[in-house]
């Protein structure tokens, strides 16, 4: 059984990458912490997911308690690695193509001012300023190049210099909220030896709970959003135990 979770481990990144350059966008939302709330959520259900289908199948293919724990273990730790890996590396990526952005921003200013504080005086008219402000207003702001660059940051590129991510927080707490998901499943394996409806039952109630979290970011109702996440585990754990079967019968 090669990597689980390797195949679906980063694919809520571009999302989370661009809101990391973009936070005045967020601050329509009037909630500046549903970024963090929602890539949680989604952690959590990957982990979960993943570790009841990895912990089915290997229940169906061997049922001994010893194995389950194992795999469920290896699981958890392997999923909840790749997700902190792959969160740090695409966020430190996307943090370095902004700087890249910035220091060209930065050498522009710097060469040629005049242009750029044109192009800036256009680029607030775009906003809706009169042209004469619009000028006095380039004008003041290019006295430094530090505000010049914020300036142009913000306006031409969308980007805020003082916010570009935080690869190391965004790991951890992936780690953290894979680890979460990927232990519901394993649990019960750890108190009782022939754990199956158990952690059936517990995982179902935890794929509810998750679905019906995860509809607070959308229109969909709670009960539409539960019932999506349980049906979608489900298959996959079916699936897996299935295959568990068929290749310990072969
Ligand atoms: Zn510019």
């Not at 952690?43 to 389950?68: Q, R, T, W, Y």
Request: proline share 4%; aromatic share 6%; net charge negative.
């Amino acid at each position: 059984m090669t990597d689980p979770q390797g195949s679906h481990g980063h694919s809520h990144h571009p999302d989370e990458a661009s809101d990391s350059g973009h936070d005045h966008e967020n601050q329509h939302a009037g909630d500046p912490q549903s970024g963090i709330l929602r890539a949680s959520v989604f952690g959590v259900s990957d982990g979960l997911v993943s570790n009841l289908a990895l912990v089915m199948g290997v229940a169906g293919g061997s049922g001994e308690p010893g194995m389950v724990v194992l795999a469920g273990t290896a699981g958890l730790l392997a999923g909840a690695f790749s997700m902190a890996a792959g969160e740090y590396i695409s966020m430190q990526t996307q943090r370095e193509m902004l700087e890249r952005e910035l220091s060209i921003e930065r050498e522009h200013i710097e060469q040629f001012p005049e242009e750029e504080e044109a192009h800036l005086a256009e680029l607030l008219t775009h906003q809706g300023l009169e042209s004469a402000d619009a000028r006095r207003i380039a004008s003041q702001v290019h006295r430094e190049t530090g505000p010049a660059l914020d300036f142009h940051a913000h306006f031409e590129l969308g980007i805020h210099p003082a916010s570009l991510g935080a690869p190391r927080a965004a790991a951890f707490s992936s780690f953290v909220a894979f680890a979460l998901g990927a232990a519901v499943p394993l649990l019960p394996w750890l108190v009782t030896g022939d754990a199956l409806l158990p952690t059936m039952g517990l995982s179902a109630l935890a794929l509810l709970v998750v679905g019906a979290v995860a509809t607070r970011f959308t229109h969909r109702s709670a009960t539409y959003g539960a019932t999506r996440q349980l049906l979608v585990g489900v298959v996959s754990a079916a699936v897996t135990y299935g295959v568990g079967l068929l290749v310990a019968g072969a």
